[in-house]
């Protein structure tokens, strides 16, 4: 089998520590490998956190990386999928000029067609929030820029296997779900 460059999505199960974000990029970065996404927050596990970390390399190259991964103190268990093996999004928020909103009409449209909420609007600015694949999050970026858009961030990669990971085994504690 012909070993192929691929999209991974990498998800580590840590303690939280000082430090320990600096370590593992630094595994990426000492194989030259760019992220090109990395989210943190808290597990489905209390004082467990997890860090989701998006790569697209070959498949011998992330194993040897998990490998590593797995060998700092901090680390509980890290696993690779696949993108066919996961279910993602992203979220984008974007921040437009209020006069296109009142002056626009079509901008309303753009946002009900994108399935995008307006969270807040003030006199000089209004926000919008998408939640989707990073292709949707895009085009709503290119139908929204003529109309003053004044700043745009996306999230990284939040995402769940779609087969256990089984941390809570590997903790000890219930079956993970």
């Known amino acids: 089998m012909i070993d192929k460059l691929n999209t991974y999505t990498v998800s580590i199960y840590t303690e939280n520590n000082i430090g320990l974000l600096n370590r593992i ?41 998990i490998k590593q991964i797995e060998k700092q103190i901090e680390v509980i268990a890290a696993f690779y999928h696949t993108d066919k ?19 626009e009409k079509h901008i309303q449209k753009i946002i009900k067609n994108s399935q995008a909420n307006i969270v807040t609007v003030s006199p000089d600015y209004f926000v919008i929030e998408k939640t ?29 296997s779609k087969e256990p990971m089984n941390i809570s085994n590997i903790l000890g504690l219930n079956s993970d779900k």
């Open 25 to 65: 990029s630094a595994i990426f970065l000492k194989r030259h490998v760019n992220i090109e996404s990395l989210t943190s927050s808290q597990s489905e596990i209390d004082n467990i956190y997890r860090f989701v970390i998006v790569v697209t390399m070959l498949e011998s190259k992330i194993k040897r990386i």
């Open 132 to 160: 989707g694949w990073r292709k949707e999050t895009e085009k709503l970026y290119k139908s929204l820029e003529p109309y003053g858009l004044l700043q745009f961030v996306r999230s990284g990669r939040i995402s769940v």
């Open 85 to 103: 093996e996961t279910i993602y999004l992203e979220s984008a928020l974007y921040k437009v000029k209020s006069k296109s909103l009142f002056d």
